[in-house]
């Protein structure tokens, strides 16, 4: 089955910057694309950037700025590069994966999750 993992979550201080890392096993890139949703303590999940395999971003009005996603199809895999870290971005951070071109920002219309990967930031 389709695996996705991520990397690079850990504590970090505010001010700082951190690059998250998504490998996806599963490669058809011209027919999906790749986002980066986040859920932090007692909120719902939210989206953050998406991808589309043909290089085109998307980003929450809140992530504009500070957030920058990327890939590398060579290897599969999707990052997000955040910078001037706050304690507000204190979250779980998930992949996700979906059939199509298009980078949605809707979580539902993702047909594959990662499990996550742990991002706190101290003040």
């Known amino acids: 089955q389709v695996q996705l993992v991520e990397s690079g979550g850990g504590l970090v201080q505010a001010g700082r910057s951190l690059r998250l890392s998504c490998t996806t096993s599963?490669?058809?890139?011209?027919?999906?694309?790749m986002s980066w949703f986040r859920q932090a303590p007692g909120k719902e999940r939210e989206f953050v950037a998406g991808i589309n395999w043909n290089g085109f971003t998307s980003y929450a009005d809140s992530a504009k700025g500070r957030f920058t996603i990327s890939n590398d199809n060579a290897k599969s895999t999707v990052y997000l590069q955040v910078s001037s870290l706050e304690p507000e971005d204190t979250a779980v951070y998930y992949c996700a994966q979906r059939a199509s071109s298009f980078a949605s920002s809707r979580g539902s219309d993702y047909d594959y999750w990662g499990q996550g990967t742990q991002v706190t930031v101290s003040s």
């Open positions: 599963k490669r058809t890139y011209t027919t999906s694309a």
